[in-house]
């Protein structure tokens, strides 16, 4: 199969959202099946949106679909952690080194949004809203889908289905159970809540809204078992999500009432109880979500069928990665039928081969994160650290890159990013033991556990 005249997305997403733009600007004839109703007409659940980071992985895929300009207007620089410790102390690191070195916080419902509103301006695109996938023939190539407004199915013939619909996927479902495949839900022992810290009275000199605490950081409250972060949004307030066990001592089973939820902040997250006036309404009435990794053993089905983002790898949200590692597998995904000239037969297998790894690494790195967000960065040893991260990075450029930065402001493959990092650990832990300052360390040893472990990084080619 070349190029296939009708292809079909499950799921109206960010992923399905950015690749539909993708594949109909590249000529093919697309057609998207969302369950939901139109975002852009109904108010979003309260309790559901989850700020997103996004970075470079993300911003690459949005330059190639030719909407970052128009993205630009949505997005709040975070230039580094402000961390918020139990002793009252607020203390800022920044992410990295160089200006270019952020992320940026964005609005997951203006940001769909703005590409669905895109994907439909792109001739060969269509979405249709509260359509239900019930059933895939994958012989036959045929959906079975149901008008949840009117309450009939309808069967929709296609060349090539692909599924960006989500962790719960009903495609991957039905793709594993006619190959053969498996797929595995991780679900935490951690749960989360969304609150919010609203904007202030008075206009900012930008013209936006008052921010009550700092507007481009990324705001973390780190407690040990659990963890209160904040990302600011365009009109000043700032989504505010409470991470922590579910049950046992510190969790939200514990948390029943407004008196034991009130205390439980005035003790662990005084500062920011101040500043969430609807804090009981907000707990109370928003839903508690669940956090989990999905892994699957293949992403396809022999030349017309594709999973991709969350259906094929969703990942907890402490390393800023999930809606970036959807984009990366979209301009993934374009650069191999430029390698292939839309030869889908060879494509699909080597997005397979490519991508699985890359997903299982930056699920493992997230996971990793999640530790180090809410119990690492409050520990002066994590800081001393990253602070000789900084330096081997400016002594080594071609060859010591803190992981973070290879995850976040470049493009070099997870699994690569991951294997180097835990080199670099290893190098950073054995020059800070023992040690409590920077002028403490031994330098020359440092050259030389860079040159003998680390080989030179080529960040210009990330793939």
């Known amino acids: 199969m070349s190029k296939p005249k009708k292809i079909l997305i499950s799921g109206a997403g960010l992923v399905g959202s950015l690749l539909s733009v993708l594949l109909g600007r590249r000529g093919y004839e697309v057609t998207i099946f969302e369950r939901r109703a139109d975002m852009r007409g109904v108010e979003v659940d309260s309790g559901r949106s989850i700020n997103l980071a996004l970075s470079s992985r993300g911003i690459h895929a949005l330059e190639m679909a030719g909407l970052l300009d128009d993205v630009r207007d949505l997005l709040i620089p975070m230039r580094g952690r402000a961390l918020h410790l139990s002793n009252g102390a607020e203390e800022f690191y920044s992410y990295g080194q160089r200006e ?3 992320i940026y916080s964005v609005s997951r ?24 996938v019930e059933d895939v023939d994958f012989n036959a190539g045929e959906l079975k889908v149901v008008d949840l407004t009117e309450n009939e199915s309808h069967r929709q013939s296609f060349d090539l289905l692909i599924g960006a619909d989500g962790a719960g996927s009903p495609t991957r479902e039905a793709m594993l159970a006619e190959n053969g495949g498996e797929s595995r839900v991780e679900f935490l022992d951690h749960d989360y809540k969304e609150l919010e810290i609203p904007a202030g009275k008075s206009p900012d000199s930008e013209g936006g809204g008052f921010y009550q605490i700092e507007r481009e950081a990324l705001h973390i409250w780190p407690r040990g078992g659990y963890m209160l972060i904040a990302l600011p949004n365009q009109n000043g307030s700032f989504t505010v999500t409470l991470f922590m066990p579910k049950h046992g001592e510190n969790s939200f089973e514990q948390l029943k009432n407004s008196d034991q939820l009130n205390a439980f902040f005035e003790v662990e997250f005084p500062s920011a109880k101040r500043l969430i006036p609807d804090l009981e309404s907000d707990f109370f009435s928003n839903a508690q979500g669940r956090l989990g990794t999905v892994r699957c053993s293949k992403w396809y089905f022999q030349n017309n069928a594709l999973i991709l983002g969350d259906a094929s790898h969703a990942i907890v949200p402490f390393h800023g990665q999930g809606m970036n590692s959807g984009f990366e597998d979209c301009s993934e995904l374009i650069r191999l039928l430029d390698k292939h000239e839309d030869n889908w037969n060879e494509v699909l297998p080597e997005f397979d081969q490519i991508r699985r790894p890359n997903a299982d690494a930056i699920a493992d790195m997230a996971l990793e994160n999640y530790v180090t967000m809410r119990e690492s960065v409050a520990d002066p040893k994590f800081q001393l650290k990253k602070e000789l991260g900084f330096q081997l990075e400016q002594r080594y450029p071609e060859r010591f890159v803190p992981r973070y930065s290879m995850v976040m402001f470049h493009r070099l493959p997870y699994a690569v990013a991951m294997q180097r990092g835990k080199v670099q650990q290893a190098i950073l832990s054995e020059l800070v033991a023992g040690i409590e300052d920077i002028a403490e360390v031994d330098f020359e040893k440092a050259g030389q556990l860079v040159q003998q472990q680390l080989s030179v990084v080529d960040l210009s080619r990330p793939y």
């Not at 769909?112 to 509103?117: A, F, G, Y």
């Not at 994907?119 to 979405?127: L, N």
Request: proline content about 0%; aromatic content about 4%.
């Open 109 to 132: 419902r203006d940001l769909n949004c703005l590409m669905m509103s895109a994907a439909e301006e792109a001739e060969a695109v269509k979405i249709r809203f509260n359509q239900s």
């Open 100 to 102: 270019e070195e952020l």
